[in-house]
């Protein structure tokens, strides 16, 4: 997993953490919603502003610089020579 060069293992782990509070608490708070409004609607409004935050964040955040430059006092890699030649 190209997230982090040195501490992938511990990404992963909040991330599935945080899914599984997610998957957890997500049906109760449907119920609720759907108790309250006596329709599905502020369900599926409530999801959808949560997924257009969730995209903001990521656009706000994401980074296309390879993870090898950002290590420091690293060198980048050469490439090895084509053996065929």
Same mark, same amino acid.
């Given at each position: +997993?190209?997230?982090?060069?040195?501490?992938?293992?511990?990404? &992963?782990?909040? %991330?599935? =953490?945080?899914?599984? @509070?997610?998957?957890? !608490? %997500?049906?109760?708070?449907? $119920?609720?919603?759907? #108790?309250?409004? %006596?329709?599905?609607? +502020?369900?599926? =409004?409530?999801? @959808?502003?949560?997924? !257009? @935050? /969730? $995209?903001?964040?990521?656009? /706000?955040?994401?980074? =296309?610089?390879? !993870? #090898?430059?950002?290590?420091? %006092? &690293? =060198?980048? #890699?050469?490439?090895?020579?084509?053996? @065929?030649?």
């Amino acid at each position: +997993m190209d997230v982090s060069s040195t501490s992938g293992g511990l990404i &992963s782990g909040i %991330g599935n =953490t945080v899914a599984s @509070a997610a998957s957890s !608490i %997500g049906p109760l708070v449907v $119920a609720h919603l759907n #108790e309250s409004s %006596g329709s599905w609607r +502020m369900s599926f =409004t409530s999801v @959808a502003v949560l997924d !257009i @935050a /969730a $995209a903001g964040v990521f656009f /706000a955040f994401a980074s =296309t610089t390879p !993870i #090898e430059n950002e290590r420091v %006092g &690293s =060198t980048p #890699e050469v490439p090895l020579q084509d053996k @065929a030649k």
